[in-house]
């Protein structure tokens, strides 16, 4: 970004234009606070539905709220998407009395010169805060009018996805938003190429890409959604004790011979503790606890339980929640049925694995 403000404002033999690096910044800056509230307002309105947002990340082409979760109930997802360009009218329509009934001269002559720049209009002595609020207007109704175009990724699109989802499944609104969002890009990259515009060449070949994404994101939670935990656990699994007589070192000749896949750490009393693999037990960060008591070396216990009648999406979303990549399957008495792990998961996601 830095690069490119002194490239655009570098003249040959006079040097760095300021007064020109002064305007770009002012743009930059207004850009980015108009697109940071549009993300605020989704994560408001997000947070209504009791959905937390993870992160705001700003790009030099947009931004995007992270939520936790994206809602699958049509009205909430209508509402969050909505929130976003509500933001920026609102924002607009604060500025609009100031703009036109603040007295100011230099603000409507201002907002003329940014929609006909090559007219013949001309502004004397205008300070940099009437520049900043003329752009900051029009981008809050640029941002608000854009973002509503039925496009996936776009907040139109998830609009249009929502109210596709009241007649057919959530997959197949996905992949005709989708789809609609795709042409659209194709539309709006050829538009940039015919102006000769980078700034929306970049941004059609994102919203391309997002909303291409998002079909195969969807495709693969219905995947999951279809698929019980009961099918897909596995019933031939290592077990560990954990016992204060045993080292490490022990357990490591133990552990040598046994194949990749998940154990399952059992304490005392046979209930769970854990579940780690061979790998981990053999690694070499390990090397100076080989002495050690193996239930000190495992320290304290972190495991969820699945049930065998849950989805392999419920169990996908644990395991990303609580970081682990194994659980222990246990049914309605408690009884070890089997271990579900990350990389079954991921083989029924890639469509590799049968039930």
Do not use: C
Request: glycine share 8%.
């Amino acid at each position: 970004m830095g690069v490119w403000l002194f490239y655009d404002s570098w003249e040959p033999g006079a040097g760095i234009r300021w007064d020109n690096v002064q305007w770009l910044l002012i743009w930059i800056g207004t850009v980015f606070l108009a697109v940071l509230l549009h993300e605020l307002g989704h994560a408001l309105v997000a947070r209504r539905w009791q959905i937390d947002t993870q992160k705001i990340v700003l790009y030099p082409i947009g931004g995007g709220a992270f939520l936790e979760r994206m809602p699958e109930d049509p009205k909430q997802e209508i509402s969050i998407a909505l929130a976003g360009p509500a933001v920026n009218f609102a924002l607009a329509a604060l500025l609009a009395p100031i703009i036109w009934l603040g007295g100011n001269e230099h603000l409507p002559m201002l907002f003329q010169l940014f929609l006909n720049p090559q007219g013949n209009i001309v502004v004397f002595d205008a300070a940099t805060w009437e520049y900043l609020i003329v752009v900051f207007f029009i981008l809050n109704l640029l941002l608000g009018a854009f973002n509503l175009i039925p496009a996936f990724p776009l907040d139109g699109g998830r609009v249009l996805r929502a109210g596709l989802n009241k007649y057919f499944s959530r997959t197949r609104a996905t992949i005709i938003a989708g789809r609609v969002g795709m042409l659209g890009a194709v539309a709006l990259f050829v538009a940039a190429f015919y102006f000769s515009d980078l700034v929306f060449g970049i941004g059609a070949v994102f919203v391309f890409v997002l909303a291409w994404v998002e079909i195969q994101v969807q495709r693969r939670r219905e995947r999951l959604s279809k698929a019980l935990v009961k099918d897909y656990l596995t019933a031939d699994f290592r077990r560990l004790y954990l016992s204060p007589f045993q080292t490490l070192k022990n357990i490591r000749q133990e552990v040598s011979t046994w194949p990749d896949q998940p154990i399952l750490l059992l304490d005392g009393w046979q209930q769970p503790h854990g579940v780690t693999d061979r790998v981990a037990l053999l690694s070499t960060d390990l090397d100076e606890f080989a002495d050690d008591a193996i239930s000190s070396v495992v320290g304290r216990a972190a495991w969820e339980a699945l049930h065998p009648d849950e989805t392999l999406l419920h169990a996908a979303e644990k395991l990303d929640k609580y970081k682990l990549y194994a659980f222990p399957v246990m049914d309605n008495y408690g009884r070890i049925l089997g271990l579900l792990d990350r990389k079954t998961i991921e083989a029924v996601i890639d469509g590799k694995s049968a039930a």
